[in-house]
C-alpha cells in the first residue's frame, strides 16, 4: 500500500534528518481530542448554544455578547478547557518520542499550549499567534502581556447564569480599559518580549539548518493561514536539495511539482502515522 510505502520513507527521513522543523496546524490539537465542535462543544458550553445558535467554541469567540460579564464567562471557560485543563496527549507525547534525540524546533498556530504541557523544551518552541494564556489590553496601550490562569480559575468558580462577576471583568493595569486574548486576529496583537525572543529563536534555528539535510514536517496544516507554514515550507525545501518536506494530514493536499520528488505527503489519522512511525524506528 502507498500509506505504508510513504510512513517508511517518513521513518528513513527522520532517521536520517540532521534537524527536523515541525509546522503544527489545528489539525494536530484536533488529533489529540482538542475538537472544537461536537461533543465536546456540548459537552461545555450547551447553554450558550442554546441562547445564542452558535455551533463551536470558534465561534463564540467572534460572538458579540451583549455584556463583558457574558464575555468573559464563555472565554473563560474557552481558556480553561483548552489551555488549563489538559490531560497528557499521546500524539504529542508520541512526536517528542521521535524527534526528541535530533536538533528540532516547532512552529505552530494553536495556541493551546499542549507542546510545552507535554515536555517539549520552550526555547524550541514559537507560537506565532498567541497564546490561550495570555491577555493583553484591548487597545493596546502597551506591549505587555499577562498570563491569566489565576483570575481565569477565579471566573469559572464564581460563574452564575453565564455571567461573571463584574469585580472578575479583567481591566488593564496601565490605561484601565478592556483587556482582551493575547490571539492574533488584528493589527493589535501584541508581540511581547516571550513572541519576539521564539522569533529570534526560529529564525537562527532557520540560518543554522538552511543548507542542512533537514526534514520539513508539517501535520495537521490546512489551508486557513499557508502564508506562516506550508507556503514557507515549500519554499525552504525547493532552495535546498537535501531538504525533505513531510505532510501529515486527513484531508486532500498536494504539492508544488518542483518538490514533488522531495516530499512525502500522507493522508491519514495524525495520531496512527505517529503510532506507526514509532514501531518502524524502534
Given at each position: 500500500m502507498k500509506e505504508s510505502k510513504d510512513i517508511l520513507r517518513l521513518g528513513k527521513a527522520?532517521?536520517?534528518?540532521?534537524a527536523v522543523l515541525i509546522g503544527a496546524g489545528a489539525g494536530l490539537s484536533t488529533a489529540a481530542g482538542y475538537d472544537y465542535?461536537?461533543?465536546?462543544?456540548?459537552k461545555h458550553f450547551a447553554d450558550f448554544e442554546r441562547k445564542y445558535h452558535f455551533h463551536d467554541m470558534y465561534s463564540g469567540g467572534f460572538f458579540p455578547y451583549p455584556?463583558?460579564?457574558?464575555?468573559?464567562?464563555f472565554w473563560s471557560r474557552n481558556i480553561f478547557y483548552n489551555r488549563y485543563d489538559q490531560p497528557k496527549s499521546a500524539v504529542h507525547e508520541n512526536l517528542l518520542h521521535l524527534v526528541q534525540d535530533k536538533d528540532y524546533f516547532v512552529l505552530t498556530t494553536n495556541v493551546d499550549h499542549l507542546f510545552q504541557n507535554n515536555g517539549f523544551a520552550k526555547e524550541r518552541l514559537f507560537y506565532t499567534q498567541?497564546?490561550?494564556?495570555?491577555?493583553?489590553?484591548?487597545?493596546?496601550?502597551?506591549e505587555k502581556t499577562y498570563d491569566n490562569e489565576?483570575?481565569?480559575?477565579r471566573m469559572i468558580a464564581a460563574e452564575h447564569d453565564m455571567c461573571i462577576p463584574t469585580e472578575l471583568v479583567p481591566k488593564c493595569p496601565v490605561?484601565?480599559?478592556a483587556m482582551e486574548m493575547n490571539l492574533r486576529c488584528d493589527d493589535t496583537f501584541v508581540e511581547d518580549?516571550?513572541?519576539r525572543l521564539a522569533s529570534n529563536r526560529y529564525q537562527n534555528f532557520l540560518d543554522c539548518h538552511k543548507a542542512s539535510r533537514i526534514l520539513y514536517?508539517?501535520?495537521?496544516?490546512?489551508m486557513n493561514t499557508p502564508g506562516i507554514i506550508k507556503f514557507p515550507f515549500w519554499r525552504m525545501t525547493a532552495s535546498n536539495t537535501s531538504a525533505v518536506f513531510a505532510s501529515v494530514n486527513q484531508d486532500e493536499f498536494c504539492v508544488p511539482e518542483e518538490i514533488e520528488l522531495q516530499s512525502i505527503c500522507i493522508k491519514s489519522d495524525i495520531n496512527k502515522t505517529l503510532a506507526r512511525l514509532i514501531q518502524f524506528i524502534n
Open positions: 527522520i532517521e536520517e534528518a540532521e465542535m461536537g461533543e465536546r462543544f456540548q455584556t463583558e460579564e457574558e464575555k468573559w464567562a498567541g497564546d490561550y494564556g495570555l491577555w493583553q489590553c484591548k487597545t493596546p496601550c502597551h489565576e483570575a481565569v480559575r490605561c484601565g480599559g518580549d516571550g513572541w514536517l508539517e501535520l495537521g496544516v490546512g
